[in-house]
């Protein structure tokens, strides 16, 4: 067993045990929580992939801002276990009939995909910074200056409210 | 067998003991900047100091350290216990992750082993920077939100939101830094200011940017809202007693070092220093004056910190806000494309 695979193991089971204690923790700042090292532990598959730059992008928007925003609404509002609202049981067997599909649909489309050997550790370096840009740069060079109009004018936006 | 044949461990060593030696050398510092820190406020304000343990007071850092260790130990009984414990460790790991990248010097020779002072030459370098500062509000807000008290939360509350509106300009003044250096590795950005000049002379308006930010990611003076005790019965750490308080103020003092290590790394040449290599020393003194250079600096920086600490009065929350959004931002936009325009008009003129 290389050190490879270890790793990919160790990390693939913290991935799952988090995303399972996402959906199973009664109160909701456990499961941001959860959440958190979920994403970590995602970002932990990217740099074994050897993309970097997919790795740290992760964390900053994923862990660093979007998870903050989560926590900083559930710890505002102070939702606790206690006071969550009982559902309706219509309303579970609705999200256990929709999940049960959506589960149906993700094994008929393993089952016909083609899984590529997937290459380990350095073998690649299309994800290193430079490719990307490369490629952002040349091949992508549209759809990346649309976006990044539309993050600034985002931003611009942001202060000109506050500013109200 | 085959994981230990497939392992360099040599190079495993050599990684383990620069962790070591960073860390156990971030810790030291952070513990002798307390020391500091209150010698130079006595400085500053005209009195003495600590001047009772050891020497000039030297032994101050384990006297308040062994204090905090024998406090009694209290965790509310209203807190969320887990996450109580949480807040401090990761106040204190995010403070720590921080030193992975920076390089802290040149390459050292043992024999024909080349040793880069360096624990992981990746060249995401600043972005990992900018992802544990990211990660390093979650210490503040889960410690004010598990000690469910309502001075701790609104603390915690500042804190973050203050961390987040002092990433964006840091951020946008970052990338007006990795136009004219064209990489995102420390070292290649050390290298650059090696055998060119250092980025504080090319980029100046991105420094004072990211020197204001620094603060503000630090909860310094004049940003110390999340802490502002006249305000708030102490801040976000308020329920906390014994070395968990110490940790949260350690981590503090930590992320102050880190700071000024890399405000000298990216803007101040790192570890080089003027006429490095017309000296005509062996490589290996080059690399330790190197270092030293690298830590008189980042000292310089940390007193830096410390002066403004006792000179400036604190912002209002407001200000703080209006400080971020309506001034920085824009600045740095503007600085970015200035940078721009420069670099454009120095590759192909006005064509």
């Known amino acids: 067993m290389g050190i490879d695979l270890i790793i990919f193991t160790v990390l693939s089971a913290v991935a799952i045990a988090s995303a399972l204690g996402v959906i199973l923790s009664k109160n909701p700042v456990n499961s941001v929580l959860c959440m958190i090292t979920c994403f970590v532990a995602i970002a932990g598959h990217y740099i074994m992939l050897n993309a970097q730059f997919l790795f740290v992008v992760h964390l900053i928007v994923y862990t660093g801002a979007i998870m903050v925003l989560f926590l900083f609404v559930l710890m505002m509002m102070n939702l606790n276990a206690d006071i969550e609202p009982q559902k309706r049981n219509w309303l579970k067997y609705a999200g256990a009939i929709s999940g049960g599909a959506l589960l149906l649909v993700l094994v008929a489309a393993l089952r016909d995909a083609s899984v590529p050997a997937i290459q380990s550790g350095n073998a690649t370096d299309i994800g290193l910074i430079k490719n990307l840009g490369k490629t952002l740069f040349t091949s992508y060079v549209v759809p990346f200056e649309l976006s990044s109009v539309l993050f600034l004018s985002a931003m611009v936006g942001a202060v000109v409210i506050g500013k109200k | ?351």
């Not at chain 2, 002798?32 to 130079?40: F, I, N």
């Not at chain 2, 360096?118 to 060249?123: E, F, K, L, M, T």
């Not at chain 2, 410690?143 to 469910?148: E, F, H, I, R, V």
């Not at chain 2, 002092?166 to 003044?173: K, N």
Request: proline share 4%.
């Open chain 2, 1 to 351: 067998m085959d994981l230990m044949t497939s392992f360099d461990w040599s190079f495993v060593i050599e990684k383990l003991l620069l962790i070591s030696a960073v860390l156990g050398l971030s810790l030291l510092i952070a513990m002798y900047s307390t020391w500091g820190e209150r010698k130079v406020a006595a400085w500053i304000q005209d009195r003495r100091g600590p001047n009772r343990a050891g020497i000039f007071g030297l032994l101050q850092p384990l006297a308040d350290g062994g204090k905090l260790f024998f406090k009694e130990e209290i965790i509310p009984s209203t807190a969320n216990q887990f996450l109580f414990v949480l807040g401090p460790s990761m106040a204190m790991l995010t403070a720590c992750l921080t030193s992975a990248v920076i390089p802290w010097g040149d390459v050292l020779y043992f024999g024909d082993r080349a040793v880069t002072l360096q624990i992981a030459d990746v060249n995401i370098g600043v972005l990992w920077i900018m992802a544990v500062v990211g990660m390093g509000v979650y210490g503040i807000m889960i410690g004010g939100w598990a000690s469910n008290n309502k001075f701790s939360l609104l603390a915690a509350c500042r804190g973050a939101s203050q961390v987040i509106s002092y990433e964006l300009p840091m951020g946008l003044a970052l990338i007006a830094l990795f136009m004219i250096s064209g990489s995102l590795s420390l070292k290649d950005i050390v290298e650059q200011q090696r055998s060119g000049v250092w980025f504080v002379v090319l980029q100046p308006i991105g420094f004072l940017i990211f020197l204001i930010c620094a603060f503000a990611e630090c909860n310094r003076t004049p940003f110390d809202l999340p802490e502002a005790e006249n305000e708030l019965n102490g801040g976000y750490h308020l329920e906390y007693s014994s070395m968990k308080l110490g940790f949260y103020l350690f981590a503090e003092y930590i992320n102050m070092f880190i700071s000024s290590a890399l405000m000298a790394t990216l803007y101040f040449g790192g570890y080089s220093f003027p006429y490095m290599d017309s000296l005509g020393l062996s490589p290996n003194l080059v690399t330790i004056l190197g270092i030293c250079a690298l830590f008189l600096k980042t000292f310089a920086f940390i007193f830096f910190f410390m002066w403004v600490r006792w000179t400036l009065p604190r912002f209002r929350y407001d200000q703080l806000m209006k400080l971020g959004w309506k001034v920085l931002i824009p600045l740095a936009l503007l600085n970015m494309l200035i940078t721009g325009a420069v670099i454009l008009y120095r590759q192909n003129g006005f064509n």
